[in-house]
């Protein structure tokens, strides 16, 4: 058997080899290999260098080529053709106009030219580079919302084309719980128009964007009320008793039911439901009713002062008021759970103040006086009067006149609610400022009778007893009047 020798370890074509032999196909094919390496590492050599420096071919931005630019000319570029500076929404017939600011759009151009330079920069192998950019380097500008400023625009045009939805709710009278059914709206819809909004940004082109209102449905259906009319129904079940001295008051279903209100909320699902709370100043109109019952007010000391001798009237004596704001924290923390409650209502005592009179009037600095037959209201100050305001008083002819005498202002509250319920009064009545100076008789505003006051109709159409004030009238004598000022209530 012939053995074949080569001349040399490159195995040169026999030509070139001084041996004269003829190199095998194998080692034909190592020198093609070799020299295709040699030509493309001097190719990638010499197209590295050409692209140092500059962006590779095939990239473009928002359209712009910035094939073999630098980076200082790709922006100038960039800069000279500014990215969308104006977009119109169509709603049916109405237009809206927006421009970058507007949508709180900011776009980047020195970032953008930066991500254009980092396209198919492969380390040490440009020719991929190359190969990669031109298969895909059409890129879009880089840019930044203002999330707070888009969202008050888009909300703008969705509120500006037709009715929101409205969600299922319940209502509560007198302790039955009714449904109110949901009605479908009629609105262009938020998540398409943002959408829609946001590919014109990317676009980064001036565009009229098109959209019609539809029906959109209401969050919350009357089968999503269920679980909050169970816990409504468990709460005004719930036995509730406060005890004071020998008095234990227990408030029922029709008075819980005042305290509860419904609001929206989204769950863990991100759905929206219905959530049941406790209204604290709901209790608190409650929890007054109470101290109407039970609190005593303070007898005054009266005292008459004549040709400068002072002579004692009446002896004064110490009133007591009940920790009303404390109780309500308390009844209103309670109302978490559906077991029973029982608490223990604290008080305090209110000191009595001494009254100097006259047989005539009142000689004293600072006092209220109330004329029923006038229905007016005057107020002194150093014995001058400085404000004065007509009232309604209670309905004498309907059998709720309001009490006569020498009172004076034993508690003071604002923002609360009056319950009628413990006097068999069916009302319960949110007012702003609150008086009382003798039992449940009190100064206080009265919105329903729509600044109407002073009439002679209070004798049948006037209050349960109080004494109704003009807005007003109720704040400055809140603002002015201390607990203990005088009240003198006369025909």
């Known amino acids: 058997m012939d053995s074949t020798s080569y001349s040399h370890f490159l195995h040169l074509p026999k030509g070139v080899s001084q041996s004269g032999l003829k190199p095998s196909i194998w080692a034909r094919l190592k020198f093609v290999f070799l020299g295709v390496f040699l030509v493309t590492l001097i190719a990638n050599g010499a197209l ?15 359209g712009h080529d910035l094939s073999w630019k630098t980076r200082a000319q790709a922006l100038q570029i960039l800069q000279s053709n500014p990215p969308m500076q104006h977009l119109t929404v169509k709603v049916g017939d109405k237009l809206f106009e927006a421009d970058n600011k507007t949508l709180g ?91 829609l909004i946001q590919q014109s940004v990317v676009d980064a082109k001036d565009q009229i964007v098109a959209l019609a209102p539809v029906v959109t449905q209401a969050d919350i259906q009357p089968e999503d009320t269920v679980a909050a009319s169970d816990q409504a129904k468990r709460l005004m079940a719930k036995r509730i008793a406060l005890k004071y001295e020998d008095k234990t008051f227990t408030p029922n279903a029709a008075t819980i039911g005042h305290w509860i209100i419904f609001s929206e909320k989204k769950n863990d699902k991100n759905k929206m439901q219905l959530e049941l709370s406790v209204d604290q100043k709901q209790v608190e109109g409650y929890i007054q009713s109470v101290a109407n019952d039970v609190n005593v007010a303070p007898i005054n000391k009266k005292v008459t002062v004549k040709n400068g001798v002072t002579n004692v009237d009446r002896e004064g004596t110490d009133g007591m008021a009940i ?67 007509p009232v309604t008083s209670g309905a004498t002819g309907a059998g709720f006149p309001t009490v006569t005498g020498l009172f004076s202002i034993y508690y003071k509250a604002t923002n609360t609610y ?64 201390e607990v203990g000022t005088p009240v003198w209530v006369h025909n």
């Open 105 to 195: 759009v900011e776009y980047d151009l020195q970032r953008s030219v930066d991500m254009a330079y980092e396209q198919g920069r492969i380390r040490n192998l440009p020719i991929l580079g190359v190969m990669k950019t031109g298969q895909a380097a059409q890129l879009g500008y880089v840019y930044h919302i203002d999330n707070q400023v888009f969202n008050t625009f888009t909300d703008k045009v969705v509120k500006s084309v037709g009715t929101d939805p409205v969600n299922s709710s319940l209502q509560i009278n007198e302790g039955e719980i009714s449904v109110v059914q949901a009605k479908p709206g009629y609105r262009v819809s938020a998540e398409l128009l943002n959408t």
């Open 48 to 62: 590295g260098a050409s692209l140092e420096g500059v962006i590779y071919p095939g990239v473009s931005v928002g």
């Open 418 to 481: 009056l319950n009628g319920a413990p006097y068999g009064y069916n009302y319960n009545v949110h007012v702003n400022y609150w008086m009382p100076f003798y039992q449940g008789y009190g100064l206080h505003d009265a919105y329903w009778r729509g600044g109407v006051f002073g009439g002679q109709d209070y004798y049948y159409n006037g209050s349960h007893g109080c004494v109704n004030l003009p807005d007003a009238t109720a704040a400055f004598i809140y603002n002015w009047g």
């Open 323 to 389: 920790d009303q704001l404390s109780a309500a924290k308390a009844v209103t923390t309670a109302m978490t759970d559906d077991s029973a409650f029982n608490y223990t209502i604290t008080s305090s005592p209110v000191p009595f103040k001494t009254e100097s009179n006259t047989i005539v009037t009142l000689d004293l600095g600072r006092y209220i006086e109330v004329n029923l037959s006038q229905q007016h209201l005057w107020i002194y100050q150093d014995h001058q009067v400085i404000y004065e305001s």
